[in-house]
């Protein structure tokens, strides 16, 4: 009797200990404490979900048929977009929309994953979006930010408070728009050469990443313009549905500012790290070899309507296609979750052809 209820207890302290073990390993799996995203459409989870109607929506049906939900949330995508893959690389769950959390002040006070400030639509330079829309600009969410890292300061004290944000991580994708606004705008190229408004662009970027280091960022992942000439909203423009080249060009030579600002920015400011993802060059391979990357369509959308799924955009009627993880791009502006996963492996720890000077693992393991 006796040496069976000692059995029984030592399972139990076992089990406990176990169960204990494994919920430190748990906690301990988290490679940074936060991650905070700025940007646009490709890494907004719901923030525009909040705006008014002249912001562009994607809270409807087929939106989030392939995220773990299978409901719409908001994301410009079929699932998952790189600001979710890369939290879960990272051992967080994805950072809430500031909108959605904003009135939680319990949520502010744990700060226990990050928050998410990306709007689609976004631009870099201020009303170089030309359609008139409330998305949040860049300097807008940095603004967002800056109130979230002075509640920080008040709860933890400045010491504690930029030992937590010098160990997170930052996400920041966004610029399509601004040179999808220089396109279609009269206005903006009469004024700018596009060397001169690509200066505009990565100034502005330096202006915002510098305010973002003065509130505690160190640690910085970049992701570059992609190959936004080649959407099917830009071939759908070209009646030999060949891709926009001079909006592609526009797109690899403003890379190129920003990774010389990047690396200028290395040199300035003491303790800042980057991770830069060309995602130009790896979505042209895509491109030019969609067989070697999966891919079996990467010139027409999964979902819309008319000549390559581009005529008419991803609206709640509008038809999709079944094979999604062969496609390149679900609507006619926004990659798939099975590009996004692709792109963000690489993010996370893809060779430094693809991101440098070092990829996301090696950034956080960086000890400041
Ligand atoms: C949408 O919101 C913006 C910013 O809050 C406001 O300036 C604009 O007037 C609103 N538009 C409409 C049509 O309500
Ligand atoms: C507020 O945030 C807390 C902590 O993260 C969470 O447990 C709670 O469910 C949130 N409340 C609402 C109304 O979202
Ligand atoms: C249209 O597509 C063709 C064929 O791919 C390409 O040669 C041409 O440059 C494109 N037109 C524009 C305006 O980019």
Redesign the pocket.
């Known amino acids: 009797m006796a040496s069976s209820f000692h059995g029984f207890f030592f399972i139990f302290i076992f089990i406990f200990i176990i169960f204990n073990y494994f919920t430190l390993f748990l906690e301990a799996a988290a490679l940074v404490p936060a991650m905070y995203v700025f940007g646009d459409s490709l890494v907004d989870v719901g923030n525009n979900n909040y705006l008014n109607f002249s912001s562009p929506k994607a809270n409807f049906y087929p939106n989030g048929i392939d995220f773990p939900t299978g409901k719409p949330t908001g994301r410009f995508c079929n699932g998952k977009n790189p600001a979710d893959f890369l939290a879960e690389k990272v051992g967080l769950a994805s950072a809430p929309s500031y909108l959605s959390i904003i009135e939680n002040r319990s949520y502010i006070h744990d700060r226990n994953r990050g928050i998410n400030f990306a709007s689609g639509g976004a631009t870099i330079i201020p009303q170089s979006n030309q359609i008139i829309s409330t998305s949040i600009s860049l300097c807008k969410q940095v603004v967002y930010y800056n109130s979230i890292y002075e509640s920080l300061v008040k709860d933890l004290g400045v010491t504690k408070a930029k030992a937590y944000t010098s160990k997170s991580l930052y996400l920041i994708e966004i610029g399509s728009n601004d040179i999808f606004g220089y396109f279609a705008s009269i206005n903006l190229r009469k004024i700018y050469t596009p060397p001169q408004y690509l200066d505009l662009m990565s100034h502005h970027f330096e202006k915002q990443l510098k305010r973002l280091y003065e509130n505690g960022a160190r640690k910085v992942v970049v992701i570059g313009v992609g190959v936004i000439g080649c959407t099917p909203a830009m071939r759908y423009r070209?009646i030999?549905e060949?891709c926009?080249?001079?909006m592609n060009w526009l797109a690899f030579v403003y890379n190129q500012h920003l990774t010389s600002m990047l690396n200028r920015l290395k040199d300035e400011l003491f303790g800042f790290h980057f991770s830069f993802f060309d995602g130009f060059s790896i979505m042209l391979s895509s491109i030019h070899k969609p067989t070697s990357f999966g891919f079996s369509e990467v010139k027409a959308a999964c979902c819309g309507s008319g000549r390559l799924k581009a005529q008419m955009a991803c609206i709640p009627k509008a038809s999709y296609c079944n094979n999604r993880e062969k496609y390149l791009f679900w609507d006619k502006y926004h990659p798939t979750q099975q590009a996004h996963h692709f792109f963000s492996d690489l993010i996370f720890n893809g060779p430094r052809k693809y991101t440098f000077p070092i990829n996301v693992q090696t950034l956080v393991a960086i000890q400041l």
């Open positions: 070209n030999s060949g926009n080249s001079e």
